[in-house]
């Protein structure tokens, strides 16, 4: 990589870490200029650092368009587990957009996607049946997503992952907070918050606490 894209992209990245994303995002356009081949692996890795500076400004159309350059380039070279990576960004994506419909879609089609070239893929498949779980509750049916969610936990546990797991317990345990179910809510909370503490993971387990809470305040 030149000299001059590398201290740009390091420019960005000290950017990034202080929160100012406006200075990060002409650091990594100035870069992607001067490489200016998108083709090449270094023009997508900084393409996929902008798509993250632009989600962190809520600036969903510039991540989208990332997005969508990277998942062409993806298919254009035949590298399955990145067009897997960029599908489910995508479906993510569009929720924070709010076109539901849309991302229900796209959640549907990484689905298919990651049955038909990664069926071992347990973690991958339980994130995707997670995040169409969380689409059907948007779209205000949570039947649907309850048939999501048990599909999500079934991968989740066959992979053996506890951070994983975790991650799908905290999605049942909102899943039953939006129904009030609130002694099932906690319980799935209180599980994931030690599996997250089991795989130290501290973060996380704040932030189930935080949640824990929550259920207390509304109970």
Do not use: W
């Amino acid at each position: 990589m030149d000299k001059e894209v590398h201290q740009l992209i390091e420019i960005a990245e000290i950017a990034m870490q202080a929160n100012d994303y406006a200075h990060a995002e002409k650091k990594y356009i100035d870069a992607l200029y001067l490489l200016d081949d998108p083709n090449s692996e270094e023009y997508q890795k900084v393409v996929n650092k902008l798509a993250k500076c632009y989600a962190a400004q809520e600036n969903f159309a510039g991540t989208k368009e990332c997005l969508e350059e990277l998942l062409f380039y993806a298919k254009k070279n035949k590298d399955l587990e990145k067009e897997a990576e960029y599908l489910h960004a995508l479906a993510l994506n569009t929720r924070s957009m709010e076109e539901y419909d849309l991302a229900s879609l796209m959640c549907e089609e990484e689905i298919t996607f990651r049955l038909t070239h990664f069926p071992d893929d347990y973690c991958g498949l339980a994130r995707s049946y997670h995040e169409a779980a969380m689409l059907s509750l948007l779209q205000r049916n949570p039947m649907k997503g309850k048939v999501y969610l048990d599909k999500a936990k079934h991968h989740a546990d066959k992979s053996g992952d506890e951070v994983c797991q975790a991650g799908i317990m905290r999605g049942l345990g909102d899943y039953h907070f939006t129904l009030n179910d609130l002694e099932r809510a906690q319980e799935s909370y209180r599980e994931s918050y030690a599996l997250y503490m089991k795989s130290k993971n501290e973060e996380a387990a704040a932030e189930l606490l935080a949640r824990m809470k929550r259920v207390e305040d509304r109970g």
